[in-house]
């Protein structure tokens, strides 16, 4: 995935120049300053509304700018040098510091790109400005053409490749961040391997001492690429080769994946006849499932709980939409009117007299804490309440800090101690301490709320939450259940479905929080 810069910068080189092309031969040459700075502008204020999209980071349009901000100095700042010596002197320490500090200040919190991608993308701007009358004309300049520096920049690409899988591969074998040690250990073999690549993959091609003439290059390309592809297309057939694995990984293998039948991204147009059908087959839906990507994790055991009971439902799902008529979290403004207007689309048919049941799932512990999520939420409760609908409120599952499929499957390689990957309750209760709290006055509004944990814990003891048991993984990645842990939940279902039915029956201790005893 890190080499996505690389798809970006040919994608930026394929553009540019033919929009330079086209102004020349349209004898526009004057236009492209201020094309430049338009796009630019532009680009930045996308960038800046499509933060919270987590694909915006690899994304052309919204790294457009970054580039384009290089475009700006080379037509406008090259030759514009800062002849004042103290002034040159303190530019340049100012960019350099608007480089650095982000690199230790910001976290993964951080939004980025957007307005955090402005500091260092204008520090290596002013830097350029400041040393274009003398390469070596500030302190900090001199700096970076020491020996040292340059060194490390003639292999720095080099150690961008190599750095983050050896990163990604420690992270697999600790089954959590690795330490500072060990990223310290792993950054030097980087270091490292860069070294030799440079020395013997990238300085062979450059001076042509390898494939020297056109023809041999383009033939080498052509076998690497051909090579690769078919190493990836066995990969593919072979379910990454799992016969590798010992029978214990192989399980946690084939049952750590969801299934791709119940994933949809639907948008108000869907509702309601086009939304996701589930249960039995020639009968009228009257229960609607409401929800995000983890309401689509759960779908095989509604699925299954429906067909057995001879009913149908419904399924209003998205990802990172939350069932609420009223979204406040957006990657972009047009996500956001989508989102609406889906939530908006989807209430006005669960109020309707074809729906009777409405069950509502999601990652709530994504989405409480930020701003007005509860009120949205109660309001679309109290909504469907008011329509004479009986709601059900799907808990959270625990959320682990790493892909569980992925480190039960190489714990179970290493033949580790896979107890380790489980969580505890005092961990689940401090995730969800804020539903915890909100939950309560919902329940004395008739909110019926499932909880399953106590499908999970057969034979685990009350305080332990365990991700697995003997036959698969429940987990497909961090807080996703698997289609194998989705069926753990189906009889937790059995009070929606009765509901359903018109058959009222009281729900298991087990399974309902703040509701009367059977």
Known sequence: MYTWSLAVEEQFYLFVPLVFWGAMRLRRRSWLGPAAVLSTVSGFVYAALSTADAQSYYRLS???????????????????TISFRPLRELAAAAAL??????????????????????????????????????????????????????????????????????????RQYAAAEPTIAARTAGLVVAGLLAWISFRFVEQPFRRRLVCATQFRLFACSAAALVALLAAGQSLRWTDGAVDRLPEQARRFARTGVQMDCYNRRHAAADVPHGLLRVGADGVAPRVLVWGDSHAMAVLPAIDEACRAAGISARCAVAPSRPPVVRH???????????????????????????????????????????????????????????????????RDVPVYPFDVAAELISTAWRDGDLGRLSTTMDDYHRQNRLQDRWLP?????????????????????????????????????????????????????????????NDRQPLLVADRIGGARR
């Open 97 to 170: 510091a608007a480089i650095v500090v982000p690199c230790l200040a910001y976290d993964a919190k951080t939004p980025f790109p957007g307005p955090a991608a402005l500091p260092p993308v204008m520090g290596t701007a002013l830097l350029i400005v400041a040393g274009a009358a003398d390469p070596r004309g500030s302190f900090v300049h001199r700096l970076l053409a020491s020996k040292p520096a340059v060194a490390f920049g003639l292999v720095s690409y080099s150690f961008y490749l190599w750095h983050w899988p050896l990163l990604v591969f420690l």
């Open 62 to 80: 919204t790294r457009l700018w970054e580039p384009l901000v290089g475009v700006l100095v080379a037509l406008y700042a090259a030759e514009r």
């Open 328 to 394: 406040v979290r957006h990657s972009s403004m047009e996500e956001w009117a989508a989102a609406n207007a889906f939530g908006a689309a989807v209430l006005r048919h669960a109020t309707s007299d074809e729906v009777e049941v409405v069950l509502l799932a999601g990652l709530w512990s994504s989405y409480f804490g930020e701003p007005e999520f509860e009120t949205s939420l109660a309001e679309t409760i109290e909504a469907l309440h008011r329509a004479g609908k009986k709601v059900f409120y799907l």
């Open 441 to 501: 006055a919902q329940i004395e509004r008739g909110l019926e709320v499932l909880d399953p944990i106590p499908r999970f814990q057969s034979g685990a003891g009350n305080s332990v939450v365990p991700a697995y048991d003997a036959e698969g993984s429940y987990y497909s990645d961090a807080n996703h259940l698997s289609a194998y842990g989705a069926r753990r939940l189906r009889a937790l279902f059995t009070p929606m479905v009765a509901a359903a039915q």
